[in-house]
Antibody, heavy 119, light 108 residues
């Protein structure tokens, strides 16, 4: 059974940093592109970033370029999101999502981890 | 970035009705369009990909998709109580992938 479990979401001050983790199991983690998607309270979904199987390619939405960094450790079956210079607009549930074989869309999602940015 | 819109934003229908949600892209996405269902407090669930393909398991056959380039539809045939949810379309023609704003489906 595929499982994705996010962790690391906490209350952080504006301007602060945070690192989210996603522990994957039940599939060959190193065989798939992985993404982070977020959802602000009561709002829609926003794709943030993805990373190729071997970590050699990464793509970001413009709103987080230069502030967020996606990475992975295939030996640990883990996905990460380093978030810097956080603002209140970054308050959201952050989901880790597995892309399908053909890429670009997501067949498995974690339950999400809540990041709250507030003073 | 490609902008996605959905209509209606909310729809209310009775059990057994057929309902259709429309998704439009600001430019062609070919057939690189997915649909998701999200229930309160849960992660989204993939229903349809490549505009009209559905997963082999876990997605009832009453969900179907169609469309090409800039206009797409998700149809729920014979609406069931458990279909009450928010439905999102998502384009993956180009980075950054973008989602529509969602359509809330309510059961009368």
């Amino acid at each position: 059974e595929v499982q994705l479990v996010e962790s690391g979401g906490v209350l952080v001050r504006p301007g602060g940093s945070l690192r989210l983790s996603c522990a994957a199991s039940g599939f060959t983690f190193g065989g798939y592109w992985m993404s982070w998607v977020r959802q602000a309270p009561g709002k829609g979904l926003e794709w943030l970033a993805n990373i190729k199987q071997d970590g050699s390619e990464r793509f970001y939405v413009d709103s987080v370029k230069g502030r967020f960094t996606i990475s992975r450790d295939n030996a640990q079956n883990s996905l990460y999101l380093q978030m810097n210079s956080l603002t209140v607009e970054d308050t959201a549930v952050y989901y880790c999502a597995k892309e399908t074989d053909s890429g670009g869309h997501f067949d498995y999602w974690g339950r999400g981890t809540l990041v709250t940015v507030s003073s | 970035d490609i902008q996605m819109t959905q209509s209606p934003s909310t729809l209310s229908a009775s059990v057994g009705d057929d309902v259709t949600i429309t998704c439009r892209a600001s430019q062609s996405v070919n057939r690189w369009l997915a649909w998701y269902q999200q229930k309160p407090g849960k992660a989204p669930k993939l229903l349809i990909y490549k505009a009209s393909s559905s997963l082999e398991s876990g997605v009832p056959s009453r969900f179907s998709g169609s469309g090409y380039e800039k206009e797409f539809t998700l149809t729920i045939s014979s609406l069931q109580p458990e279909d009450s949810a928010i439905y999102y379309c998502q384009q993956y023609q180009s980075y950054g992938f973008t989602f529509g704003p969602g359509t809330k489906v309510e059961i009368k």
